[in-house]
């Protein structure tokens, strides 16, 4: 269960680094419709991690993820907390790292890749009643899509583990797009599908 989770705090250091990091760079890339270039970026960051963290520790890489495996009696309560300790430690990690590493003005302005209510610096974000939606509406499709194949051990047998990721990432990436894409806000990085990533860019932007 230990490596498990040190599995899950790794993968999701490593996840919120590349998968922040690659948005704000379509975002900030210079073309013409930058927001088309996101839901692929997050379909290839996602499925890499899914392929790589699924056989180890289950790849949830978020406490959505788990509480849903949880409620499924897929993992135990205790595993549960340990997992979700460990995504929260790990969200925390790889924002720091973005942070240190990163250009100030351009995590300022893009909130690193968090939930930019009403603006932050210069972000151009939603209302905190639109994020609320957005959240909800998205997160829903998301498990309703991608979990409800992914904790099917019938299903995932049938489909096999690259389709399973494929069809698990490929509802992320269209949750993020629609979420992009249907608020018209130029510096909104799209929903967090992931309560780690959403509370713990705040943290990272402190003494901003």
């Not at 590349?18 to 073309?31: A, Q, V, Y």
């Not at 088309?36 to 978020?62: D, E, K, Q």
């Not at 309560?77 to 100030?104: E, H, T």
Request: hydrophobic residues 50%; proline residues 3%.
């Amino acid at each position: 269960m230990w490596r498990a989770a040190l599995t899950e705090l790794v993968a999701t250091a490593c996840l919120m680094f590349s998968l922040t990091c690659s948005i704000i760079s379509c975002l900030d890339s210079g073309e013409v419709h930058p927001k088309l270039l996101v839901p692929f970026a997050v379909f290839i960051v996602v499925f890499l991690f899914l392929m790589v963290t699924v056989p180890l520790s289950g790849g949830h890489m978020s406490p959505i993820f788990t509480f849903i495996a949880t409620l499924k009696g897929l993992i135990t309560l205790s595993r549960a907390s340990i997992y979700v300790l460990a995504q929260c430690i790990g969200s925390i990690m790889g924002f720091l790292v973005i942070k240190i590493v990163m250009n100030q003005n351009e995590a300022r302005n893009y909130s690193l890749g968090g939930c930019s209510v009403n603006g932050h610096g210069g972000a151009s974000g939603v209302s905190a009643d639109t994020a609320l939606v957005l959240e909800f509406a998205c997160t829903f499709l998301v498990l309703f899509v991608g979990v409800t194949v992914a904790f099917d051990k019938r299903r995932c047998n049938e489909l096999g583990l690259a389709m399973v990721c494929v069809i698990v990432a490929g509802s992320m990436a269209l949750a993020v797009f629609v979420s992009i894409t249907v608020t018209g806000q130029p510096g909104y990085a799209g929903v967090g599908l992931n309560p780690a990533r959403s509370r713990h860019a705040a943290p990272s932007m402190t003494n901003e």
